[in-house]
């Protein structure tokens, strides 16, 4: 299936192809799918659970992927919750532009900072943190 949004025709407008990195060596991700509204997603945890997120992937409306510190085989933290996946070494993460499996464009909601020594969160906390992430914030609809 090739995607493209509505209203582009022309070729070469965006990516054809999608750019990917390893996990493991430069960082490793944590996805919070159904995540709507990352701005809330944000305030909420940097207010209320005193953690700051780094680069930031959305995925249309499906899901927010925080790049994290990298960790070794077999170090990868368990997601405390089912809407939470922890991508350690020997996964593969889709940098914007592009397009998800499902056809939803790539976008950074905070971009990749690549400043020699800028660092990452470690996973860890923020895994903690959107565990406890309270439903109401997850779903909620973004303030138009």
């Not at 909420?44 to 499906?62: F, K, N």
């Not at 992927?65 to 085989?73: E, N």
């Not at 056809?103 to 860890?124: F, H």
Request: aromatic share 4%; with cysteine.
């Amino acid at each position: 299936m090739r995607c493209r949004p509505a209203g582009r025709k022309a070729r070469g407008q965006l990516p054809t192809a999608n750019i990917a990195t390893p996990t493991g060596e430069r960082f490793d991700s944590v996805q919070l799918r159904h995540a709507t509204d990352p701005e809330a997603i944000l305030s909420w945890l940097a207010d209320t659970a005193e953690v700051l997120a780094g680069p930031v992937i959305r995925s249309a409306t499906t899901s927010l992927g925080f790049l994290v510190k990298p960790t070794q085989a077999g170090d990868s933290p368990a997601p405390p919750v089912p809407w939470l996946t922890y991508h350690g070494p020997g996964s593969l993460v889709l940098l914007p532009p592009g397009w998800a499996v499902d056809c939803t464009e790539l976008s950074w909601v905070r971009p990749l900072d690549l400043e020699v020594g800028a660092a990452l969160p470690p996973g860890g906390p923020l895994l903690d943190a959107l565990g406890r992430l309270p439903a109401e914030v997850r779903v909620r609809s973004p303030k138009l």
